[in-house]
């Protein structure tokens, strides 16, 4: 019997009939159904499945990501060896390289993985692999090649998700209805091409209600100086996507006016705290092509163009 089970594994390494014990999986390899991989034939796996999380919750196949998000490629179960592989997002370099034998023909297996960009990334013994999505809105796709044991390499259905839509956070203000004050104040200052731009933006938008809070002099008065409208304007952008879900208690925001910052508190709610006030979440998480839209209830006046410390500062000049 011992002799028996000695020559079978043999077999399994020699001959053209018997498949090798598969001990590559490397960023030379395209994942392609019927590919020699490992010295076998892959095929599709029936049982296996790829798909994206974003923050721990599941994004399925189909559905949109956010222009410059991260996700996270999970495989639904942990094989010996894999091999992620995406197109139009950048893997994270983790782990990748981690493979199982020595390649044959003299390969750099870590700078082909470099050259191809992290698109593919081979690792052994994981479930999951980071990611960042594209900001140019083209579909993200991803599939994992892996195995387990003797001659049998499988390779996962491609999962794909879209851009959200072809609309810019300049299109979205546009066509919200209670956004038309903001719309305006963008438009004169000059801002719609600028934040129609790849991006991505966050946008913490005004509604009609924060603006028609500022006294009726203290509105026009702004509207009426492009320099203070777009200081106020650009205390409201924050390069990079920040989803509602990444927002931490105490975190200090960096926006797109040089050296301006407000906070986030979230001891009562969810509020952000400038110098002299305050504004609440009306509606979060407006995805876009190019960032989020977060539409808020108080205009944030930025501390440079403040010169009246009360409750709330309306007085800019």
Do not use: W
């Not at 876009?288 to 930025?302: A, C, F, K, R």
């Amino acid at each position: 019997m011992r002799i028996a089970r000695i020559a079978l594994i043999l077999l399994a390494f020699i001959g053209d009939e018997v498949q090798a014990f598969p001990t590559l999986l490397e960023c030379t390899r395209a994942l392609e159904l019927g590919a020699d991989i490992m010295s076998a034939s892959a095929v599709l796996s029936t049982s296996v499945t790829v798909s994206f999380e974003r923050d721990g919750e599941t994004v399925a196949c189909g559905e949109e990501y956010i222009p410059g998000e991260t996700l996270t490629v999970v495989l639904s179960s942990t094989p010996n060896r894999e091999v992620f592989e995406v197109t139009g997002g950048v893997l994270s370099t983790d782990g990748c390289g981690a493979y199982t034998g020595s390649e044959s023909d003299g390969t750099n297996e870590e700078n082909f993985c470099i050259d191809l960009g992290f698109s593919r990334c081979p690792k052994q013994g994981s479930s999951s692999q980071e990611m960042v999505a594209p900001s140019d809105g083209s579909d993200i796709t991803a599939k994992v090649g892996f195995a387990n044991g003797f001659g049998t390499v499988s390779i996962t259905e491609t999962c794909t998700l879209v851009a959200a839509n072809d609309d810019t956070v300049v299109d979205l203000v546009i066509a919200t209805d209670d956004l038309s004050i903001l719309e305006d104040a963008v438009v004169l200052a000059e801002l719609a091409t600028t934040l129609s731009g790849d991006g991505p933006f966050t946008v913490f938008a005004p509604n009609n209600e924060a603006f028609q809070n500022l006294s009726e002099g203290d509105l026009t008065t702004l509207l009426n100086d492009i320099p203070a409208l777009t200081d106020v304007l650009l205390y409201h952008v924050v390069s990079g996507t920040v989803l509602s879900t990444d927002l931490m208690d105490g975190m200090v925001v960096s926006t797109l006016l040089t050296d301006a910052t407000f906070t986030v508190d979230l001891s009562n709610g969810v509020s952000f705290v400038f110098d002299t006030g305050s504004a609440s979440p009306v509606s979060v998480d407006n995805i876009t092509s190019n960032g989020v839209v977060h539409i808020i209830d108080t205009v944030l006046i930025p501390p440079s163009r403040c010169t009246n410390v009360f409750t709330h500062c309306y007085s800019f000049f």
